[in-house]
């Protein structure tokens, strides 16, 4: 990892990479192509929102167990690389997610990721492109030298709209095999796709090896309290605060 790469993910927060070539991309949407087709029933998660366009699937987790190839790539070479690069020290896979934002999918409120992960305060988080995320199809927008601190916040977890109009927004464009990297309270937020094409991308979040390996934990906690608070906000619960904006199917 070179020190250009981690000084500007240290003083701003994010930083834009590209580790992947062609064949690994086209690779890499084969994977998410294969977990999208799963089914509901299993032990992996499926999320689904309504559209415009009929009930779509918005998000898959947990699928890492019971996909070898994307375990693997998520897990080691480049990418747990450049977690422990930008952390400081040795990495190890936090949770995973694919976003799919499939055309007509819904976007995301202003949120920082620190309040909906628990165990330890500081972890890295990437998005790895699998189609191209762009302004017309929802592509991320982030704040850049603000990740010091939770934000105050609303009822949902998401940053109070008072200081969502002080922050300076920045949309990052990201093409299919480029990877976006930012801190867990790094400021966040993507539009609505309303394209007719699909802006898939898989999220992988990375913590300190010396925390420990809190994946199960994660997972096992975040169901225990899907099941024990109630979601009273009209959207799908995707997460462990209400960041989502898709309305339910």
């Not at 898939?200 to 199960?216: I, W």
Request: with cysteine.
């Amino acid at each position: 990892m070179d020190t250009q790469t981690v000084d500007h993910f240290r003083r701003h927060g994010w930083v834009l990479t590209s580790p992947f070539a062609a064949p690994v991309v086209e690779r890499l949407r084969t994977w998410v192509d294969e977990v999208q087709h799963w089914p509901d029933e299993g032990e992996w998660l499926h999320y689904r929102e309504l559209t415009d366009l009929g009930p779509r699937l918005c998000r898959s987790e947990n699928f890492v167990p019971f996909h070898a190839p994307l375990r693997t790539m998520l897990t080691s070479g480049v990418l747990l690389e450049t977690a422990g690069a930008l952390l400081g020290e040795p990495a190890v896979l936090y949770k995973e997610k694919i976003n799919y934002k499939l055309a007509g999918g819904a976007g995301y409120s202003p949120h920082q990721d620190a309040p909906a992960y628990r165990f330890v305060d500081t972890h890295v988080s990437c998005m790895i492109a699998i189609d191209d995320s762009l302004r017309e199809n929802g592509c991320l927008e982030v704040v850049a030298d603000c990740f010091a601190d939770v934000l105050p916040m609303n009822e949902r977890g998401c940053i109070a709209d008072a200081v969502v109009a002080t922050l300076n927004w920045t949309p990052v464009e990201v093409r299919a095999g480029q990877v976006l990297w930012f801190h867990s309270r790094t400021p966040h937020r993507s539009g609505p796709n309303h394209t007719t094409r699909d802006r898939r991308a898989v999220y992988p979040t990375y913590n300190a090896a010396a925390e420990g390996d809190l994946r199960a934990a994660y997972y096992a906690q975040k169901l225990r309290e899907f099941r024990h608070t109630p979601h009273t906000t009209g959207t799908v619960q995707v997460s462990l605060i209400n960041d989502f904006e898709g309305r339910p199917v």
